[in-house]
């Protein structure tokens, strides 16, 4: 169970945090040290986080490509992470991937991804690790409501289920998937059903409350990681942000994303840790200032990385060493 | 169709009034795809489907879910059942989830049941890198598709291309890949809204000294090195065969006779790519028209990678392409006792 002293702090920080890194992305691309396609998930960063805060270092993640807030959340460096966005010697996959194909094997980090669904797929490999070596690992799915849309998800499910895989499917529901409104997508809105039909626990939360996810991922982990089985995580949520830097927007209204912060899940958390007297008054202020100032030390650090060796763009296709055999 | 007077456009408006006129004539063609009609100003991730659902309504222009197995293999059996079917994919990346519907299904069904079904089906989509879209998303995989009996591909490297080969796919009754290339959607140039046929090669620069087969960044990356090259005394004859299947041999060879020598530029990875298939079926129809051994530039063998350093050194360019050229003229030169 989420407990507002033990978790709460913790969690507002680390979602506030997240927050003020990808918030200062669109500026990032604007003066051209991002290239390609970067999504930013603020506003989603309870999902993330509350899922995260019952994993270990050798549990697995596979996201997407929202996939920022995944990985942070996971544990990994925030100016390695941010070196990897802007293409940088030292990000974590020495500029080869870039924001949509970020990798941290030590912290179980699959890949953020760029084919919408494909986490599905990598999890639940994952999951099957875990089982055929009996490390006691789970591993995570992050997808969104159009990823759900992917094939593979019903045979994940259907695997997931025969197999007992220890296994999460956390469908982030934003409501769109890029400029596609899900009523438009889905006939069926409830998508725990699509869960419940291959036999894989299905809960839906509130993806803007990090208690409510927190305590849905608590018992999910626990199912897991007793051999329970797969189970899934519907969590509805919203991205405040365009779906990448330049996109119009034209599909949603300004009311409408408006509404939507009035949800907010930090001003949410803050407020409550307020009202019960775990933070006190300033107190907050403070706090924000420090991770204003780590995020500037991140940025800092990513921005000084040099840009990666040219020769280097040819390392890595191949093992160079097989198996030594035992 | 009705006679236009020939407009200077951008590849994706000049792809857009493809489709406008395709709609307008061909009752049969719809089209469908991601995000095709809400994104940016209303018409998919670059713009090419813009307007259309204004004009011919979500019947026949549909948004879809993000499910590229299911429409992969559903427009086969659309296109087999009447309709003319043009299906977006955002990126060529993304045809990969449906290969089973491509490769099995729809450039298999003319022939294994006898040649019944018709199946007139676009899968326009692009390919290629250079504008740091990464591993997922810049691929160039035109080889692969070329490999595969029953399916046409298309790699229009101008806008005046663009649009009169996709009229031209839709009215084929074959399936047709159609690879835009993403960093060409912005390029202008002359569009004369007449189709072009496929299987015929365009001499995009006369020379005498060289033949350049290359397509669309290639093909650009060519025309910025013959400038240089003729400064160097070098005219490259420079082909773009504009359909890698079927390929205009023909044109080739009546270069290749002119010039003796040969070199083939892709952005698709060099090793087993088209060029190398291409080079191949010179040695054997034209061994004795070749004074010196044909070349090859291509994509390095690894992903596409991210940052710009690295996506730079993997993409052939201008300068891989006058080394190329000297190289195959030098050793020419060498032997003859020309100094090089
Ligand atoms: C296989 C595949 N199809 C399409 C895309 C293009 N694309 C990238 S993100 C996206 C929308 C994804 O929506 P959703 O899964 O709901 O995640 P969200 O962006 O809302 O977080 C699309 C269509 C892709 N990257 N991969
Ligand atoms: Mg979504």
Redesign the pocket.
């Known amino acids: 169970m989420f407990d507002l002293h033990e978790h709460g702090l913790k969690g507002l920080r680390l979602m506030a945090k997240i927050r003020e890194f990808e918030q200062r992305l669109p500026a990032l691309s604007q003066e051209g040290l991002i290239r390609g396609s970067t ?1 930013p998930s603020v506003g989603m960063e309870a999902v993330a986080v509350g899922v995260s805060m019952n994993l270990e270092a050798r549990d697995a993640i596979a996201s ?3 996939g920022h807030a995944h990985t942070l959340a996971k544990g990994a460096d925030f100016g390695r992470t941010m070196a990897e966005i802007l293409g940088r010697r030292d990000g974590y996959c020495g500029g080869k991937g870039g924001s949509m194909h970020i990798g941290v094997a030590e912290l179980g980090v699959l890949g953020t991804n ?4 494909a986490g599905i797929g990598i999890a639940t490999g994952a999951a099957l690790a875990a089982q055929v070596s009996g490390d006691g690992s789970v591993a995570v799915a992050y ?5 759900a849309n992917q094939g593979v998800l019903a045979e994940a499910l259907n695997l997931a289920a025969i197999w007992s895989l220890p296994v999460l499917f956390v469908l ?1 529901n ?1 409501h ?3 400029s596609a409104a899900i009523e438009q997508m889905v006939a069926q809105p409830d998508f725990t059903r699509r869960g419940e039909a291959y036999g894989v626990p299905a809960i839906a939360v509130d993806g803007m409350d990090l208690p409510a996810v927190y305590d849905a991922a608590e018992t999910a982990v626990a199912r897991a990681r007793a051999g329970e089985g797969p189970s899934m995580i519907v969590a509805d949520t919203y ?1 405040y942000l365009g ?1 990448m830097a330049g996109d119009t927007e034209i599909y949603r209204s300004k009311d409408e994303v408006r509404e939507w912060h009035t949800r907010d899940p930090l001003t949410r958390l803050r407020t409550r840790l307020e009202e019960s007297g775990i933070l006190a008054a300033g107190e907050w202020e403070r706090t924000q200032e420090q991770i204003t100032a780590e995020i500037d030390e991140a940025e800092r650090y990513a921005r000084a990385s040099a840009l990666p060796d040219p020769a280097s763009a040819h390392t890595d296709v191949y093992a160079t060493q097989g198996w030594a055999g035992r | 169709m009705t006679e236009k007077t020939p407009k200077n456009l951008t590849t994706w408006r000049a792809l857009n009034s493809a489709l406008h006129d395709i709609l307008a004539d061909i009752p049969e063609a719809f089209v469908l795809g ?2 095709i009609t809400t994104w940016g100003t209303g018409g998919g991730i670059y713009g090419v489907t813009r307007k259309l659902v204004d004009v011919y309504g979500p019947g026949r222009v549909r948004d879809t879910p ?1 499910s ?1 197995e299911v429409l992969l293999a559903a427009v086969g059996a659309a296109a087999a059942r009447g309709t003319r079917p043009i299906l977006e994919i ?1 990126y060529s990346d ?1 045809s990969l ?1 449906g290969f089973d519907g491509i490769i099995n299904q729809a450039a298999k069904a003319r022939y294994m049941f006898g040649g019944q079904f018709d199946v007139p089906l676009v899968i326009r989509t692009n390919g290629g890198s250079g504008i740091g879209k990464a591993a997922q998303h810049s691929q160039s995989l035109e080889t692969i598709f070329a490999h595969v009996p029953g399916l046409e591909v298309a790699v229009p490297a101008t806008p005046g291309d663009a649009y009169g080969l996709l009229v031209q796919a839709v009215r084929t009754d074959n399936p047709t890949i159609f690879l835009e290339h993403k960093n060409l959607y912005y390029d202008k140039g002359e569009v004369d809204f007449q189709p072009v046929a496929f299987g015929q090669a365009r001499i995009a620069r006369p020379g005498t000294d060289v033949t350049v087969v290359a397509t669309q960044q290639v093909l650009h990356a060519a025309l910025a090195a013959a400038d240089q090259l003729a400064e160097e005394g070098i005219e490259a004859e420079i082909i773009d065969p504009r359909t890698l299947y079927p390929f205009d041999m023909e044109t080739v060879i009546g270069s290749i006779r002119k010039t003796r020598h040969l070199i083939v530029g892709h952005e698709a990875v060099r090793d087993y790519g088209w060029g190398a298939e291409f080079v191949a079926q010179v040695a054997e129809e034209a061994w004795d028209l070749l004074d010196a051994a044909p070349r090859r530039i291509g994509g390095a063998r690894t992903p596409i990678p991210y940052s710009e350093p690295l996506e730079r050194t993997v993409t052939p360019g201008r300068d891989e392409m006058i080394a190329a050229v000297r190289a195959v003229r030098g050793a020419t030169m060498a032997e003859a006792g020309t100094p090089a």
């Open positions: 999504h997407n490509h929202r760029g084919i919408v669904g997808f969104g409501d159009g990823g982030e934003n769109y998937a890029q991205r779906h | 991601e995000d993000i590229e955002m993304f989830l």
